[in-house]
């Protein structure tokens, strides 16, 4: 059972961080806007906003009774660290126990003051904090000197796993054919590089950046970026579920269908060897698809071997972008193939399977975007929604997944806190999801202390 984090009646304030009550309770600042629509939602959020009703409550945190010490990090040289996320997560998925994940919990909010959207709303940050090399890159930290975007890398990083957190590391590497890298002090530099850049499909990138050719000084330079926020983990003892080339098979990045199989499997395959000649033994190496996935032989063929991957894992979103909105049972239905298919190709295989990128994308009413949750009339309210995806892992023995960035009230993939007493209408039931046994948040991975029973001897 888990307990309650209690609030005190007199003036109701409790160990939840509650920002905004700090802040004053003015109108909440919104991380960007770009259309009317954004402009609606930022002046009159508040009045979409429902009373709460739940009471997060916390559990005595993970337990293994029986590690399985025998598995091992694909890596040959693996770090202990990285061989304990291994056993770690086989746990979890053995004791039907499902880690929530959130891509960048504790630097982008939804409200600018806050330490985290979902600490504000539960007490807690995500089990799994996921960072991108755009991080690294101080990008998406609105940093321009590379030192000095690391350190707070590092340092988000660092505090995340301190409070138990699991780290998980996407990359959304340039096309480095891109006019944005440049040489700076005689390095290489990535800073001006955006999420667009990865989406440039010119000039044959993938074959480009191959040993030998003309860019693979610019690729090893941004791997070395990689490694050196690995190694500086290393000495640590954090490991990382790193995610390079994801949804290989769509159409969208350079490393996608824009090169063939075979090269695909070869840039997966030298990306390890270097960081792992590099020294870098925390990784865990994360093959991530594109779903649905329905069919095992489609799902494997860009896997780079078995040598070279630790957790089998996809993509993908519940998409509402059709007016009127109108609950569709089809998403779920077609997760549950995809987990059933995944799951039984990780089986297969030896590994470690999960849903390393999901969310909820509803059409604005202004048709601009479809980013994320709605203040109000989002067509999932009510259906449990992150809870019947916790419910799918446990069955289908996936330790974790992980939802996508929440910056604004236009782009949010987890309902909101809006003060003490209201908030987003999912909010009651993301509670819900919260306060189950099975899920697992921060404090409660023990993963740094006493997730194992005492007899790994």
Not at 138 to 157: N, Y
Not at 290 to 317: H, I, T, W
Not at 338 to 364: F, N
Not at 379 to 402: C, H, N, T, V
Request: proline letters at 5%.
């Amino acid at each position: 059972m888990k307990r309650v984090i209690g609030l005190k009646k007199a003036g109701m304030i409790g160990t939840l961080t509650l920002g905004l009550l700090a802040a004053g309770l003015g109108e909440p600042t919104v991380g960007r806007a770009a259309s009317a629509y954004d402009l609606y939602a930022k002046e009159n959020v508040r009045a979409e906003m429902v009373r709460l009703h739940n009471t997060p409550r916390s559990g005595p945190g993970v337990l293994l009774e029986h590690p399985d010490w025998s598995r091992k990090a694909a890596d040959p040289e693996s770090a202990d660290c990285a061989d304990r996320l291994a056993v770690y997560l086989q746990g979890l998925a053995e004791q039907k126990q499902v880690l929530f994940g959130h891509q960048s919990d504790t630097y982008f909010q939804v409200f600018e003051g806050t330490e985290s959207t979902v600490k504000e709303l539960t007490g807690d940050i995500s089990g799994i904090l996921g960072l991108d090399t755009l991080t690294l890159t101080g990008r998406e930290l609105d940093i321009t000197d590379p030192k000095q975007a690391m350190a707070k890398a590092l340092e988000i990083t660092m505090d995340a796993a301190e409070q138990g957190a699991i780290i998980t590391l996407s990359c959304h590497m340039p096309n480095f054919g891109s006019s944005g890298i440049r040489k700076q002090n005689g390095k290489w530099y990535f800073g001006d590089c955006r999420l667009a850049d990865a989406k440039d499909l010119s000039g044959n990138a993938g074959r480009r950046i191959l040993p030998g050719r003309v860019y693979h000084s610019r690729f090893c330079a941004y791997l070395d970026m990689i490694a050196e926020y690995g190694l500086a983990l290393q000495e640590e003892n954090i490991p990382v579920l790193f995610r390079p080339f994801h949804e290989g098979n769509g159409d969208w990045f350079w490393w996608g269908t824009a090169i063939s199989d075979a090269d695909y499997q070869a840039l997966f395959r030298y990306t390890a060897d270097y960081l792992r000649g590099k020294g870098v033994h925390n990784f865990l190496y994360v093959y991530s698809v594109n779903g649905p996935v329905a069919d095992e032989k489609e799902y494997l063929a860009r896997y780079p071997g078995d040598a070279y991957v630790d957790v089998m894992a996809f993509d993908q979103y519940d998409s509402n972008i059709a007016y009127p909105l109108v609950y569709k049972e089809e998403f779920m239905k077609s997760l549950e193939t995809s987990c059933r298919t995944v799951s039984a190709a990780a089986d297969g295989h030896g590994k470690i399977p999960a849903v390393s990128e999901t969310g909820i994308w509803v059409q604005k009413p202004d048709g601009s975007d479809h980013e994320g949750l709605l203040p109000s009339g989002n067509p999932m309210a009510g259906k449990d929604w992150y809870g019947q995806l916790g419910r799918m892992a446990q069955e289908y023995g996936i330790p974790y997944y992980l939802v996508w960035v929440s910056t604004s009230v236009r782009e949010t993939h987890v309902p909101y806190r809006y003060d003490l007493y209201r908030g987003h209408e999912m909010a009651d039931e993301f509670l819900d999801f919260y306060n189950q046994p099975y899920s697992i948040f921060a404090h409660e991975t023990n993963f740094y202390g006493g997730a194992f029973a005492p007899d790994r001897d």
